[in-house]
């Protein structure tokens, strides 16, 4: 069964440093997200992505994070500088192009990739 | 803005038994997708159950089903013959019919299965 993967798993890095987490959504998904979970917490939109835009994006991704689809199959999520708030669980999310006027497209989880910031 | 409540942040079922976690929303919306999703602790987000809100029949996948009462705006989900494997944080998440829209969750539910 086709999957979303996401790169790394886990993600170590210093405060102030650029990160870049990856993602491969299910392949002929359009539609794209950004989701995510502070330790203990409920999750929570980024951002979402189509058509090579973004299409809606949430309070908390401000000018640090930025998102882009480099080629046909990565979708990538790049935080600028990174704050010790930004440690996180991030979900990557797909869904395929709704059909006719009803959407019925589900939205599918990679597994995470677990950024610390220190 | 719409938004999900789940009020119970733990619960506890003995193994075999049968187990309903809560879950509220508020929307104005008529047209609308529901979810309950699993968080074991790898912390995948994995779909368990979904509900189009314009079907009045009450989603049902193996031993989980829900209780979809749109005018009460309540979501429950019913796990029957809870098994080890069904440990896990659970999110109740709403999402709007419109194409590509967000997912909102609520805060989640932990549960517990006792041996």
């Known amino acids: 069964e086709p999957e979303v993967t996401q790169t790394p798993s886990h993600q170590v890095t210093q405060m102030g440093q650029e990160v870049i987490l990856r993602c491969v959504p299910i392949s002929n998904h359009l539609y794209f997200y950004w989701y995510r979970q502070i330790l203990g917490q409920k999750v929570e939109f980024l951002v979402s992505?189509?058509?090579?835009?973004?299409?809606?994006k949430s309070e908390i991704f401000d000018d640090q994070f930025s998102v882009e689809r480099p080629d046909g199959s990565n979708f990538t999520l790049k935080i600028r500088s990174t704050k010790l708030e930004d440690s996180a669980m991030y979900f990557c999310a797909s869904s395929e192009e709704n059909q006719g006027d009803t959407s019925t497209d589900t939205q599918y989880f990679g597994p995470g990739t677990r950024l610390t910031v220190l | 803005a719409q938004t999900v409540t789940q009020s119970q942040p733990e619960m506890s079922v003995q193994e075999a038994e049968t187990v309903t976690l809560s879950c509220t929303y508020d929307t104005s919306e008529s047209d609308y997708y529901l979810f309950w999703y699993k968080q074991p602790p790898s912390r995948q987000m994995i779909l368990v159950i979904r509900?189009?809100?314009?079907?009045?029949q009450n989603a049902t996948e193996n031993r989980f089903s829900v209780n979809f009462q749109k005018a009460a705006k309540s979501f429950s989900l019913k796990i029957s013959d809870s098994q080890l494997g069904d440990a896990a944080m659970y999110f109740c998440?709403?999402?709007?019919?419109?194409?590509?829209?967000?997912?909102?969750f609520g805060k989640g539910t932990r549960l517990h299965i006792l041996p």
């Open positions: 509900q189009e809100a314009y079907k009045q």
């Open positions: 998440a709403y999402r709007s019919n419109v194409r590509d829209d967000k997912i909102i």
């Open positions: 992505f189509y058509n090579n835009e973004i299409s809606e």
